[in-house]
């Protein structure tokens, strides 16, 4: 398609209305080996990517796992899916327990063209509200690229910072990681559909899962610091059992670099800014 076509797409808005049950906040911090938040306590950074998800019938989705193409999301035939990176204010805390609300509106279409091939980029912009007032805005880039060997390194080596965490993924943490996000995706849980029809060399672990990671370590070695900005961009998969470590180190005042990665090279960078 063109990207006059695409152009139909941008301005679509939909909406999605959740209770951030203690049950399901309950499930991703045993899948994290978390402390479970309390009811009326924050909930901790990212946990609401296990909401507002849409829970579609099986023919409702795609070959790849995904909600079928062409509904709220423009159709990107014979691409593979991608979220790649992107960016959140924090305002207010959401909490455990209470009703709350995204209202998801498509700000870009963008086709570029790459070494992999063409890439379609699409922006969205998420606004979290509970009680009315909101709490989180955050705009979140997929990647939708033509079918192409995956990067198995990014040529950029790990970083000696302030903190640092190892994380061995296994495949119980990523398929318990899906479930409490209702993330379908096969490439996470799916090793034939993985390596035979995508090409990876394994389960991937998922961006959103690092990124949670990568911000949760920067919070336990800065736990007075209040999270104003969070930006991450993907670089590289990172596949499954293979342990990587995240990491990150204060560069100025209320300023923060994180990154993830392994012997392969950094996969995922990261920005915060924080009081």
Not at 166 to 191: C, E, K, M, Q
Request: glycine share 10%; proline share 7%.
């Amino acid at each position: 398609m063109s990207d006059s076509a695409f152009s139909a797409w941008i301005g679509r808005t939909e909406e999605a209305h959740d209770q951030l049950s203690r049950n399901l906040v309950t499930r991703i911090a045993a899948t994290l080996s978390e402390t479970i938040p309390a009811h009326g306590e924050a909930l901790p950074p990212l946990w609401h990517w296990a909401f507002f998800q849409a829970p579609l019938a099986d023919s409702g989705l795609g070959e790849d796992g995904h909600p079928a193409r062409g509904g709220f999301l423009p159709p990107a035939d014979n691409r593979n899916r991608m979220w790649a990176g992107g960016r959140l204010e924090f305002f207010a805390p959401l909490r455990v327990g209470g009703e709350a609300s995204r209202v998801s509106t498509i700000t870009q279409i963008e086709e570029k063209h790459g070494r992999s091939g063409a890439l379609l980029f699409v922006t969205l912009r998420h606004d979290y509200l509970q009680d009315g007032q909101l709490a989180l805005r955050e705009e979140q880039d997929i990647v939708y690229r033509e079918p192409s060997p995956p990067k198995t390194s990014s040529g950029e080596p790990l970083i000696a910072g302030d903190w640092r965490e190892a994380v061995t993924p296994s495949a119980t943490l990523l398929f318990r990681y899906s479930a409490v996000t209702f993330n379908g995706h096969r490439i996470h849980y799916d090793w034939p559909y993985a390596t035979e029809t995508e090409g990876y060399a394994g389960l991937v672990v998922h961006g959103p899962l690092i990124a949670t990671l990568s911000l949760r370590a920067f919070c336990r070695s800065n736990p007075q610091a209040r999270l104003r900005r969070f930006a991450y961009r993907g670089l590289r998969p990172l596949i499954a059992p293979q342990p990587f470590e995240v990491g990150g180190r204060i560069v100025g005042a209320g300023h923060a670099e994180l990154w993830a990665g392994n012997e392969g090279g950094l996969a995922q960078r990261a920005e915060v800014q924080f009081d």
